[in-house]
């Protein structure tokens, strides 16, 4: 059987060692345009400029039998770049067992990492401009790599059919200018004979697992990956991508998915490693969605998950690194915390399997409790700071191992931070799904102040009671001055509790700063202002005094002298322009007609009445006496004078 694979990666280069039957056609993309192929089923990629292009060799392939290959070599047309803008949607795959390979393109690099951030280079891109979707894969047994694709309003790649793979690919849109609703969709039904064994990232059942696989799938509008419909026999494995990351690094620069990392409408699929007792090549980081603002915070109002199931069951998820995203690390009905129930007994998305409770820590042992009626598997998490929602996420992954219901113990060396935990239940050889995560327990427990209540935990295992201590003075400065805003940087290094910042100025809170972030951009200033802010941390026990005052000017220069005058003489009338510079914080930006910024054209010694203030460049006077003499005078003026 041909086993083909769609793998989608923003930076890999990847050589595929499973087995499929030898390519019946092999053709080279040499030109970036979008001419269709001239004699479909000719074996024979060409348009009528006798050039191969991307849709012509689609419209070969499809027209052909066997497992074809699509290789580039086209001329770079944006830097190293060569560059593809498909005037319509490219053609559906149709034909089946087709690879499409971008990483033979010159200068691409495969990614080599195995974990963290990807240093893979791709030079073929495919930018839909707003097209509705870019790839749309309705046949089995094909495979996507080493392209980075973007700007399609609907769908990077939308798959219908099975046995697919997408490995080695940058998925991602421009979120703020109404980009694509997902970088990855999967659609299918349950129906008999379609298995919807799809792949998005490694496939190890038929290709050893490879730094070159994982994909980057970020800045996408609705969410990174979404899958909808039950795999009867496997379900999608999505495994070893950044979703939500910027390929180059971990941290966050506004380009998370505005949805959901992973959303699932269905049963039976997997996102993460499976099989090993520790996270590798195969695990996925899921992180910072629900952030396309520059700013790197979070809207009011997005629901920016890890994972979300909105419907299904049976869907597994193990070994991710889920951490900094707006919603919860995993959302089990798509409507935030889901409580625990006696006896686990309700129903819903992924069952509604309930989490773990956490009830102590020591420096040696976690102990905690499970009410699934068989046992399962518990995987304990440990994040720098907790989840605002009080459970979760899972950022530094802890331990893995099975437990049966009731009281369980894990044993090793606990660091100081916020612990959670995900359970995976099956019942009767019929799995239920993994959990949410469970509710935060800080470590190491803090005793809690006098009359305040509670009692640590003496001997016996006994439960120590959860308090945090009170949260410590942070640090403040500003940093990067403009005349309309002020970046004021937290200098406190957040440890193990539960930090929210706030940035106060005279006591009035004006901006409650994200947990684990350090910088808010406040802006809408005016010029030449003197700005004094303080800081403040918050955690569950309260607000911590205010740091030291920290003042700020918002410095801005009166305009330089006009450039240029030009004027344009007829019998009655002339036209004057003015072309000026005007300073700003040392940076020199033409005159764009922002409020409290204008011109003023006046005649010398003339009747004439003056321009008044007017944000035009440009003046014309009339009613002039032909032959005359006139001194003209032009003035600019902004926020900081004249």
Same mark, same amino acid.
């Given at each position: 059987?041909?086993?083909?694979?769609?793998?989608?990666?923003?930076?890999?280069?990847?050589?595929?060692?499973?087995?499929?039957?030898?390519?019946?056609?092999?053709?080279?993309?040499?030109?970036?345009?979008?001419?269709?192929?001239?004699?479909?089923?000719?074996?024979?990629?060409?348009?009528?400029?006798?050039?191969?292009?991307?849709?012509?060799?689609?419209?070969?392939? $499809?027209?052909?039998?066997?497992?074809?290959?699509?290789?580039?070599?086209? @001329?770079?047309?944006?830097?190293?770049?060569?560059?593809?803008?498909?005037?319509?949607?490219? /053609?559906?795959?149709?034909?089946?067992?087709?690879?499409?390979?971008?990483?033979?393109?010159?200068?691409?690099?495969?990614?080599?990492?195995?974990?963290?951030?990807? =240093?893979?280079?791709?030079?073929?891109?495919?930018?839909?401009?707003?097209?509705?979707?870019?790839?749309?894969?309705?046949?089995?047994?094909?495979?996507?790599?080493?392209?980075?694709?973007?700007?399609?309003?609907?769908? !990077?790649?939308?798959?219908?059919?099975?046995?697919?793979?997408?490995?080695?690919?940058?998925?991602?849109?421009?979120?703020?200018?109404?980009?694509?609703?997902?970088?990855?969709?999967?659609?299918?039904?349950?129906?008999?004979? =379609?298995?919807?064994?799809?792949?998005?990232?490694?496939?190890?059942?038929?290709?050893?697992?490879?730094?070159?696989?994982?994909?980057?799938?970020?800045?996408? #509008?609705?969410?990174?990956?979404?899958?909808? *419909?039950?795999?009867?026999?496997?379900?999608?494995?999505?495994?070893?991508?950044?979703? !939500?990351?910027?390929?180059?690094?971990?941290?966050?620069?506004?380009?998370?998915?505005?949805?959901?990392?992973?959303?699932?409408?269905?049963? !039976?699929?997997?996102?993460?490693?499976?099989?090993?007792?520790?996270?590798?090549?195969?695990?996925?980081?899921?992180?910072?969605?629900?952030?396309?603002?520059? =700013?790197?915070?979070?809207?009011? *109002?997005? $629901?920016?998950?890890?994972?979300?199931?909105?419907?299904?069951?049976?869907?597994?998820?193990?070994?991710?690194?889920?951490?900094?995203?707006?919603?919860?690390?995993?959302?089990?009905?798509?409507?935030?915390?889901?409580?625990?129930?006696?006896?686990?007994?309700?129903?819903?998305?992924?069952?509604?399997? =309930?989490?773990? &409770?956490?009830?102590?820590?020591?420096?040696?042992?976690?102990?905690?409790?499970?009410?699934?009626?068989?046992?399962?598997?518990?995987?304990?998490? #440990?994040?720098?700071?907790?989840?605002?929602?009080?459970?979760?996420?899972?950022?530094?992954?802890?331990?893995?191992? $099975?437990?049966?219901?009731?009281?369980?113990?894990?044993?090793?060396?606990?660091?100081?931070?916020?612990?959670?935990?995900?359970?995976?239940?099956?019942?009767?050889?019929?799995?239920?799904?993994?959990?949410?995560?469970?509710?935060?327990?800080?470590?190491?427990?803090?005793?809690?102040?006098?009359?305040?209540?509670?009692?640590?935990?003496?001997?016996?295992?006994? /439960?120590?009671?959860?308090?945090?201590?009170?949260? +410590?003075? @942070?640090?403040?400065?500003?940093?990067?001055?403009?005349?309309?805003?002020?970046?004021?940087?937290?200098?406190?290094?957040?440890? #193990?509790?539960?930090?929210?910042?706030?940035?106060? +100025?005279?006591?009035?809170?004006?901006?409650?700063?994200?947990?684990?972030?350090?910088?808010?951009?406040?802006?809408?200033?005016?010029?030449?202002?003197?700005?004094?802010?303080?800081?403040?941390?918050?955690?569950?026990? *309260?607000?911590?005094?205010?740091?030291?005052?920290?003042?700020?000017?918002?410095?801005?220069?009166?305009?330089?002298?006009?450039?240029? &005058?030009?004027?344009?003489?007829?019998?009655?009338?002339?036209?004057?322009?003015?072309?000026?510079?005007?300073?700003?914080?040392?940076?020199?930006?033409?005159?764009?007609? +922002?409020?409290?910024?204008?011109?003023?054209?006046?005649? +010398?010694?003339?009747?004439?009445?003056?321009?008044?203030?007017?944000?035009?460049?440009?003046?014309?006077?009339?009613?002039?006496?032909?032959?005359?003499?006139?001194?003209?005078?032009?003035?600019?003026?902004?926020?900081?004078?004249?």
């Amino acid at each position: 059987m041909v086993k083909n694979k769609i793998l989608f990666s923003f930076l890999f280069l990847l050589s595929f060692s499973w087995a499929q039957d030898v390519s019946a056609a092999t053709f080279v993309v040499n030109d970036t345009g979008d001419a269709t192929d001239a004699t479909p089923g000719n074996g024979v990629c060409a348009t009528a400029g006798a050039v191969c292009t991307l849709r012509a060799a689609i419209v070969e392939t $499809n027209a052909l039998a066997g497992a074809d290959t699509i290789n580039f070599n086209a @001329p770079p047309n944006a830097g190293n770049n060569a560059e593809i803008i498909p005037g319509s949607d490219l /053609p559906t795959l149709t034909g089946g067992s087709l690879t499409i390979d971008g990483f033979t393109q010159p200068l691409s690099i495969a990614n080599t990492n195995a974990t963290g951030a990807l =240093n893979a280079v791709h030079t073929i891109k495919v930018n839909g401009g707003g097209l509705r979707r870019l790839f749309n894969i309705a046949s089995d047994f094909n495979t996507i790599r080493g392209i980075s694709i973007e700007q399609a309003l609907e769908d !990077g790649i939308l798959i219908t059919g099975n046995k697919n793979h997408i490995i080695g690919c940058d998925i991602f849109n421009n979120g703020n200018v109404g980009a694509s609703d997902f970088g990855v969709e999967v659609i299918f039904s349950s129906s008999v004979g =379609n298995t919807g064994s799809n792949f998005i990232g490694f496939d190890p059942a038929f290709l050893p697992a490879n730094e070159a696989q994982r994909n980057a799938i970020h800045f996408n #509008r609705n969410g990174g990956i979404r899958v909808s *419909g039950d795999g009867n026999f496997g379900g999608t494995k999505i495994f070893g991508n950044l979703i !939500g990351h910027v390929p180059l690094t971990l941290d966050p620069v506004g380009n998370g998915n505005g949805g959901p990392g992973v959303t699932i409408n269905g049963s !039976g699929h997997s996102v993460g490693s499976s099989g090993t007792n520790i996270p590798d090549i195969q695990s996925n980081n899921i992180a910072f969605n629900g952030d396309t603002n520059r =700013n790197h915070s979070c809207d009011v *109002g997005e $629901n920016g998950a890890g994972i979300a199931v909105t419907t299904g069951g049976a869907n597994i998820f193990f070994f991710n690194f889920i951490f900094r995203n707006c919603g919860l690390g995993i959302d089990l009905g798509a409507n935030g915390v889901t409580p625990n129930d006696v006896g686990d007994a309700d129903v819903g998305a992924n069952d509604l399997v =309930n989490f773990p &409770v956490i009830t102590s820590i020591t420096n040696t042992q976690i102990q905690g409790t499970t009410d699934f009626a068989s046992g399962g598997v518990v995987q304990i998490y #440990r994040n720098t700071a907790g989840d605002p929602s009080g459970n979760g996420e899972g950022e530094f992954f802890v331990a893995n191992f $099975n437990v049966t219901p009731g009281l369980w113990t894990f044993v090793g060396a606990m660091q100081d931070g916020v612990y959670s935990a995900i359970f995976y239940g099956s019942l009767g050889g019929v799995t239920g799904g993994s959990s949410e995560f469970s509710t935060n327990f800080v470590f190491p427990v803090v005793a809690p102040p006098p009359g305040a209540g509670g009692t640590i935990g003496v001997g016996g295992g006994n /439960p120590a009671t959860n308090v945090l201590a009170s949260p +410590e003075i @942070p640090g403040l400065r500003a940093e990067n001055i403009t005349p309309a805003s002020i970046d004021w940087i937290l200098t406190m290094l957040f440890t #193990r509790e539960l930090y929210t910042a706030f940035i106060n +100025e005279r006591d009035q809170i004006l901006a409650q700063i994200e947990r684990g972030l350090r910088m808010w951009k406040q802006g809408n200033l005016n010029p030449n202002t003197v700005y004094q802010m303080k800081a403040r941390s918050v955690n569950q026990r *309260g607000m911590s005094d205010p740091s030291e005052l920290v003042s700020a000017v918002t410095l801005m220069e009166s305009p330089a002298g006009l450039e240029q &005058v030009r004027i344009s003489d007829t019998s009655a009338r002339f036209k004057i322009m003015g072309l000026a510079q005007f300073m700003g914080v040392g940076d020199a930006q033409k005159f764009t007609g +922002e409020d409290k910024t204008g011109y003023l054209f006046q005649i +010398e010694g003339s009747p004439l009445a003056d321009s008044g203030w007017v944000k035009s460049i440009e003046h014309e006077f009339t009613g002039l006496i032909p032959s005359h003499d006139y001194r003209v005078r032009v003035k600019a003026r902004n926020a900081a004078g004249v």
